[in-house]
């Protein structure tokens, strides 16, 4: 057990709707990872957050948005979903910005049909 | 820009063979590399890393790995390999000056025959 909390692990949802995944950092963790696992495009970094600041934006599209709260924890919300957009996101939490030990949740598997 | 490349897709490996799956990674300075593995339906759990100092790495599971700068690899190895170690592998570059967003390879998925 990594410490990591993604929520929830399994969600089906149809073309056009948004969703919201949660990640609860190991505790004292103040820095937030969310990468996409998909068939074809692999592990792919999204977006970071530190202290409850966007800190580093990777392959992230536009219809994607993330924060992270005074709690620490985050949450990536996916709206206008697309076929495509069918695939494991992973959250990952460090200590500090700067330290680069990264402990993953177990993902949240997100079927758009 | 940092890449990973993790040249075999497939490999199968008898139980108590030895494995050696690999890395060559793409990076300016001198890079942080891990390897994390991938069960069926789980999380990506770290098996090592490499930060500096001794180029030759221990992890968990009986997992090793050396960094060698000369041929940018970070292969992994394991003398004999268990019916358990069945996953994906995953090796990774990372540093500070990347923001610590980790870039991974296409991943090794790893059969063990009985």
């Known amino acids: 057990d990594s410490g990591v909390t993604q929520t929830p692990k399994h969600l089906i949802t149809a073309t056009g709707q948004r969703v919201t995944l949660r990640c609860s950092p190991r505790s004292g963790d103040l820095s937030v990872y969310w990468y996409q696992q998909s068939l074809d495009q692999g592990l792919q970094f999204l977006i970071q957050?530190?202290?409850?600041?966007?800190?580093a934006k990777g392959n992230i599209l536009e219809r994607f948005s993330a924060q992270q709260f005074p709690d620490l924890h985050s949450e990536l919300n996916l709206s206008s979903l697309e076929l495509g957009d069918s695939a494991l996101y992973f959250c990952?939490?460090?200590?500090?910005?700067?330290?680069?030990?990264?402990?993953f949740g177990q993902g949240t598997r997100l079927t758009v049909v | 820009a940092q890449s990973v490349t993790q040249p075999d897709i497939h490999i199968t490996v008898s139980e108590g063979a030895s494995l050696e799956l690999r890395c060559n990674y793409s990076y300016g300075a001198t890079p942080y590399l891990f390897w994390y593995v991938q069960s069926p339906g789980q999380g990506l759990q770290l098996l090592l890393k490499y930060f500096s100092g001794d180029t030759l790495v221990q992890g968990i599971k009986g997992f090793e790995a050396e960094f060698k700068r000369s041929q940018s690899s970070f292969n992994l190895r394991k003398p004999s390999v268990h019916w358990s170690d069945a996953a994906e592998y995953f090796c990774a570059v990372g540093s500070k000056s990347s923001g610590d967003k980790l870039t991974f390879g296409t991943g090794t998925r790893l059969a063990v025959r009985p």
């Open positions: 957050y530190y202290n409850g600041e966007e800190r």
């Open positions: 990952a939490s460090t200590l500090e910005d700067g330290d680069t030990e990264a402990f």
